[in-house]
């Protein structure tokens, strides 16, 4: 029953061009090398990073405006939509 409900997620998320950001993104993107969900690793886990700019209106381009500066993060696998998702994502933790 669950690999339907993860199916039909998907399917959903695909057909209305909606992409699906998780941790399975942020590892094929590469963010994983550097950062963890939970846990400190190089870089902040994204809980924190989350918690950081909780409330803040500006927190989606601010982290992808550091995302895109090689001089504050080191360069991504990640498209410019995957990386808009993948903030999403990681301020949703």
Request: hydrophobic share 40%.
């Amino acid at each position: 029953m669950r690999t339907i409900a993860i199916i039909t997620t998907a399917v959903l998320g695909f057909a209305g061009g909606i992409a699906i950001a998780s941790p399975e993104l942020a590892k094929s993107s590469g963010c994983m090398n550097c950062h963890d969900v939970a846990t400190k690793k190089v870089g902040p886990s994204f809980k924190d990073i989350s918690a950081k700019y909780k409330g803040k209106a500006d927190a989606e381009a601010t982290i992808t405006a550091a995302l895109n500066d090689s001089k504050k993060h080191p360069a991504t696998k990640a498209s410019a939509d995957d990386k808009k998702t993948l903030v999403k994502w990681i301020l949703s933790q």
